[in-house]
């Protein structure tokens, strides 16, 4: 199995807006993240938790953002502790029907093995004409979500 998340408003916020709104360079104090206007960017609160039970179940996890600063999602990721949780990254900008090709192509898996989560309606009805499970998130990623696909 696969399971995949988008990033913006579904794995984080960017205080309200997507990562390729903000201004880096971005900062951690105090153990919070904040871009160069001192926009607070927040891990959603289950976020972590969800990444840790997935991975110690041995389940490959990877990410599909459509950003268009990719450079900026990556370094929130590294910031934010998460890097080693996902086994493989798609972080560009199109569509996620791009994604997914590629992520097939990578893990070898069938489309009907992956699961998706995504805050997007669109992104979700067009991946999962695939064959690709599809979780629509409303204001972040949490347990519950988690508790669809398990």
Known sequence: MLVVFDLDFT????????????????????????????????LYPDVRKILDLLKDQGVQLAVASRTYEPDWAEELIELFGIRDHFDHFEIYPGSKIS????????????????????????????????????????????????????
Do not use: Q
């Open 11 to 42: 794995l984080w916020d960017c205080g309200g807006t997507w990562c390729d709104h903000t201004t880096p360079p971005y900062r951690r104090v105090n153990g919070r993240i904040y871009d160069a206007d001192d926009r607070d960017i927040i």
């Open 99 to 150: 994604h997914f090709k590629s992520l097939k192509a990578k893990t070898d898996l069938p489309y009907e093995k992956m699961v998706f989560f995504d805050d997007e309606y669109h992104n979700v009805h067009e991946v999962g004409r695939l064959g690709v499970k599809t979780v629509f998130v409303e204001d972040g990623l949490t347990e519950g979500h988690i508790r669809k696909i398990l």
